[in-house]
């Protein structure tokens, strides 16, 4: 390897910029991750509580999300240990279930469609012509529009669309489906059973995302040369005649060739105040994730590792134990806006453990539960919502986060493949 190419600044230690900075110094180049927080991941990081290591948040994968999948195996890591891999399976506790079968990809889809349970004839070929509809106009529409106003206007049977259509939205989106944009749904669709029929599985971890993604990026960033530099907050940037200075708690840092900012988009704002970067930052709104832990004796196991919920505040359960062998553990996932955001952590908690009792009877009580709340998880994924390019206006100087332009919504996915465009447009600078 020869001598570094160029000297480059990756503000915020996300999976964006994890992904970003790994892509580049593997290049050779020069690059500083800084990142404000003790510990790298961002959003997709493990909290200590009560001897477990926990999510901030727990996550889905798909089969879709190939440049995740090829990052972390780039890293060295067997994918089949430490995730569990399950053809699509939506198991709610509405009696409603749908697995997709071992066939070539749509088929897989539509002869899951046309055996599940717990729906009427008329809702499968419902269901069926939608997709056969979606499937002939390519995944694509003329114009963005809310989610539900295009399942209405398909004609999508009200319990079709609370059982299926909406906890997908849900799951993928983090979206209300009344606002959420039907174009990134559909390329969602698109890219999950359009494709290769192992596209569509649901692909769940069976570590905490800090073991599985962060740390070891941060460990491959510095095994070629990077440097990481934790707790340090980037206050301002300032363009000069060759690049660009980083002001760091008062003080001006070297000068670097090219910046990555890696930050929410509100943090991008305050910090790059001075440059002109894009204005479609303002315009941005947020949804929250909340995450609720809940202990129980050792011995408990739920009827699968991952259950569905279509009334109440509960939207997905996971069996931790059966998935990281946290034996007894349950996290269950609320996703968007909602009432339980008006209420105490204390009675959220509470809520959600009776739901679960109500719907499996012979849980035992508790030992304790954990709420986590991400009030910021992602950007609202609203129909018609103009999202920044990676390339700013500013030569050298660049955006890279879920929020970015591209097909996704605010995934994991969607992080990396932003970041390792970013890291693209450097490398053919």
Same mark, same amino acid.
């Given at each position: 390897m020869g001598a570094p190419l160029r000297k480059i600044a990756v503000i915020g230690g996300g999976i964006a910029g994890l992904s970003a900075a790994s892509k580049l110094v593997r290049d050779g180049n020069d690059v500083t991750v800084f990142e404000s927080a003790p510990q790298l991941g961002g959003r997709? @990081?493990?909290?200590?509580?009560?001897?477990?290591?926990?999510? =901030?948040?727990?996550? *889905?994968?798909?089969?879709?999300?190939?440049? %995740?999948?090829?990052?972390?195996s780039s890293l060295g890591i067997n994918l089949d240990a430490v995730f569990l891999r399950l053809p699509l399976t939506l198991q709610m506790q509405s009696s409603f279930s749908l697995?997709?079968?071992?066939?070539?990809?749509?088929?897989?889809?539509?002869?899951?469609?046309?055996?599940?349970?717990g729906l009427s004839w008329g809702e499968r070929l419902a269901a069926i @012509?939608?997709?056969?509809?979606?499937?002939?106009?390519?995944?694509?529409?003329?114009?963005?529009?809310?989610?539900?106003?295009?399942l209405n206007r398909h004609r999508q049977p009200p319990r079709l669309i609370k059982w299926m259509w909406e906890p997908l939205c849900l799951a993928a989106l983090n979206t209300s489906i009344k606002t959420a944009s039907a174009q990134i749904y559909l390329n969602v669709l698109r890219d999950s059973f359009n494709q290769n029929k192992n596209d569509s599985d649901l692909i769940l971890p069976r !570590?905490?995302? $800090? #073991?599985?993604?962060?740390?070891?990026?941060? &460990?491959?960033?510095?095994?070629?040369?990077? +440097?990481?530099?934790?707790? #340090?907050?980037?206050?301002?940037?300032?363009?000069?005649?060759?690049?660009? =200075?980083? /002001?760091?708690?008062?003080?001006?840092?070297?000068?670097? $060739?090219?910046? &990555? &900012? !890696?930050?929410?988009?509100?943090?991008?704002? $305050? *910090?790059?105040?001075?440059l002109d970067v894009a204005r479609e930052l303002n315009s941005f709104d947020y949804q929250p994730i909340y995450t609720v832990y809940i202990q129980y004796p050792s011995?408990?196991?739920?009827? $699968? +590792?991952? *259950?569905?919920?279509?009334?109440?505040?509960?939207?997905?359960?996971?069996?931790?134990?059966?998935? /990281?062998?946290q034996r007894g553990l349950v996290a269950v996932i609320i996703s968007a806006e909602g009432h339980h955001q008006k209420i105490t952590q204390e009675a959220l908690g509470e809520a959600v453990t009776d739901e679960l009792r109500s719907a499996f009877p012979n849980l035992p009580k508790h030992e304790w539960f954990k709420v986590i709340a991400e009030k @910021?998880? %992602?950007?609202? /994924? %609203?129909?018609?919502?103009?999202?920044?390019?990676?390339? #700013?206006? #500013?030569?050298?100087?660049?955006?890279?986060?879920?929020? %970015? +332009?591209?097909?996704?919504?605010?995934?994991? +996915?969607? !992080? &990396?493949?932003?970041?390792q465009t970013c890291a693209q447009f450097i490398l053919q600078s």
């Open positions: 997709a @990081r493990a909290i200590t509580w009560k001897g477990q290591q926990l999510d =901030n948040g727990q996550h *889905i994968l798909l089969g879709a999300y190939h440049q %995740t999948l090829n990052l972390i697995k997709a079968k071992p066939l070539p990809a749509p088929l897989n889809l539509l002869f899951g469609l046309l055996l599940a349970k @012509r939608f997709f056969i509809w979606v499937r002939n106009k390519d995944f694509k529409l003329v114009k963005d529009e809310p989610l539900l106003d295009l !570590a905490d995302l $800090s #073991t599985l993604l962060a740390n070891p990026l941060g &460990i491959d960033i510095i095994k070629h040369g990077g +440097e990481i530099k934790l707790k #340090t907050t980037v206050d301002n940037i300032v363009k000069t005649d060759h690049g660009f =200075n980083l /002001c760091i708690e008062g003080k001006t840092d070297l000068e670097f $060739s090219h910046v &990555i &900012i !890696a930050t929410s988009p509100h943090h991008t704002l $305050s *910090i790059s105040h001075a011995d408990v196991k739920l009827p $699968s +590792e991952m *259950i569905g919920f279509t009334k109440g505040i509960a939207q997905w359960a996971f069996d931790r134990g059966q998935l /990281c062998g @910021r998880a %992602t950007f609202s /994924c %609203t129909a018609g919502l103009k999202r920044p390019s990676q390339k #700013t206006s #500013t030569p050298n100087l660049y955006l890279a986060g879920d929020y %970015t +332009e591209g097909d996704y919504p605010a995934t994991i +996915e969607g !992080a &990396i493949r932003s970041g």
